[in-house]
């Protein structure tokens, strides 16, 4: 269990680093790439709903760290992420590439436009980074997920297995 | 017993079914409370507890990124380094080529020399010296670390760089066995035969003290013009012909009466900026 914790951990700060090199290399081409979610949905992919959850509350409660405005929008529309994905999982085999990829680049949309309607509502103020920014954001992390998907299933197999 | 097993798979299942429900409503419930509650008090001192936990993370991937840029401008530098290093060789390569025609030139001068009976100009031997001691009140003479051990002699030349090329910097005056005292150019008691790189006309340089540094007995029709360069003359006894001593800084013609010119010369060599001298140690000087 300890163990475990710890590669969740490990995983996580993983997970810290690619979203600030992401979010740092990729605001030059004026794109919102949100790599933070792409590990949360790789996450859930590989770990039960009992450690899931909270694992994409966490990702999204970091997000929401930086935040000014409003604080938990992230971790809101992370944890209706893990929800979509969970529901996904028993239809789809996340094994393979093109689920990983397409879910990637739905739930990205999901969450960027889930994120803009929670700042509109609870802030008045509309946040859109833009259509060009969030579809070219969710391509980027789309094209990372085969990697990010196959780091956590590296990581976490053997949890998996033992679950 | 069959009965028992199907009620505790339903019992399971119902289990299941609610921890589905439970955990995301729970979850969701707790992130919107955080949104309705004020970012002041409450949420605030969440922020300050995940602050602990997130700040470390936040300096490791920040410290990342940066590394990845530092590994990105590594490899352009190496890239660079390529470059550079070809440019270089390619130097390396001209500049052997010159040392290799100045060697044919220096023996056909050699050759020449001794056909028409005039003694060829001696190249440049020596050694390099640091400014060990300099004298608060008496700027215009240094102390330098190498003495008669090294070859120093008295009346030794002494030159310097100064912007990639040597100049003359002063005379040896006194040795004993590890130090010299050197008379820069700039001391009052400072003369040296010196010819103009323009025309050719020979003159007598002159340190000035806390006044210009002078060249003194030039003709009075010589044609001298600002920035003209001054050079030491084959007549000269102490200094081998050839260093470059500085430049014409300004010309007057200050009276009537006066013979030649007065020429001001700024040295090539700054007497207060000397670190590292090279001391002339040929003993075959005219």
Request: charged share 15%; aromatic share 12%.
């Amino acid at each position: 269990m300890v163990w475990k914790g710890c590669k969740i951990i490990f995983l996580f700060i993983v997970a810290t680093i690619f979203h600030w090199a992401g979010a740092t290399l990729f605001s030059f081409f004026g794109l919102s790439v949100n790599l933070m979610l792409v590990f949360a949905i790789a996450f859930c992919a590989e770990l039960k709903l009992e450690v899931g959850y909270p694992v994409a509350f966490m990702a999204g409660l970091f997000l929401d760290f930086f935040g000014t405005r409003l604080f938990g929008n992230n971790a809101f529309s992370f944890t209706a992420a893990a929800c979509l994905m969970y529901a996904l999982c028993s239809r789809f085999d996340f094994e393979s590439i093109f689920p990983q990829v397409f879910t990637v680049f739905g739930l990205t949309c999901f969450v960027s436009l889930l994120n803009s309607i929670l700042l509109a509502w609870f802030t008045s103020a509309m946040m859109w980074p833009g259509t060009w920014s969030v579809v070219g954001g969710a391509a980027v992390g789309a094209a990372f997920a085969p990697f990010v998907f196959w780091l956590a299933n590296r990581v976490l197999r053997e949890d998996t297995k033992a679950a | 017993m069959i009965p028992l097993r199907q009620h505790g798979a339903k019992k399971q299942h119902i289990a299941g079914s609610r921890r589905k429900v439970l955990f995301p409503a729970v979850f969701l419930l707790l992130s919107f409370l955080l949104m309705i509650l004020p970012l002041e008090g409450m949420v605030a001192s969440i922020k300050v507890v995940l602050s602990y936990v997130f700040i470390p993370q936040i300096r490791l991937a920040h410290g990342g990124v940066k590394y990845a840029e530092n590994v990105h401008q590594t490899v352009q530098e190496l890239l660079q380094t390529h470059t550079e290093n070809r440019l270089l060789k390619q130097q390396m390569e001209e500049t052997q080529m010159l040392t290799s025609q100045a060697q044919y030139i220096f023996q056909e001068n050699e050759r020449l020399s001794a056909i028409v009976g005039v003694q060829p100009a001696q190249r440049w031997q020596g050694v390099w010296a640091k400014v060990a001691y300099r004298e608060p009140a008496q700027w215009n003479t240094v102390i330098i670390d190498k003495g008669a051990a090294d070859g120093v002699q008295e009346r030794s030349a002494v030159l310097s760089l100064a912007h990639g090329q040597e100049g003359l910097a002063g005379v040896v005056i006194e040795v004993t066995e590890n130090t010299a005292k050197v008379l820069l150019l700039r001391d009052e008691d400072f003369t040296a035969a010196v010819m103009l790189e323009r025309g050719q006309e020979e003159g007598l340089l002159v340190g000035g003290g806390l006044h210009p540094v002078r060249l003194k007995y030039i003709p009075l029709l010589t044609p001298v013009v600002k920035g003209d360069k001054i050079y030491t003359a084959s007549s000269s006894s102490i200094f081998p012909a050839g260093i470059l001593v500085g430049s014409v800084s300004d010309v007057r013609e200050d009276d009537s009466f006066q013979t030649s010119l007065t020429v001001e010369v700024a040295p090539a060599v700054r007497s207060g900026a000397v670190k590292e001298l090279f001391v002339i140690t040929n003993p075959e000087r005219k």
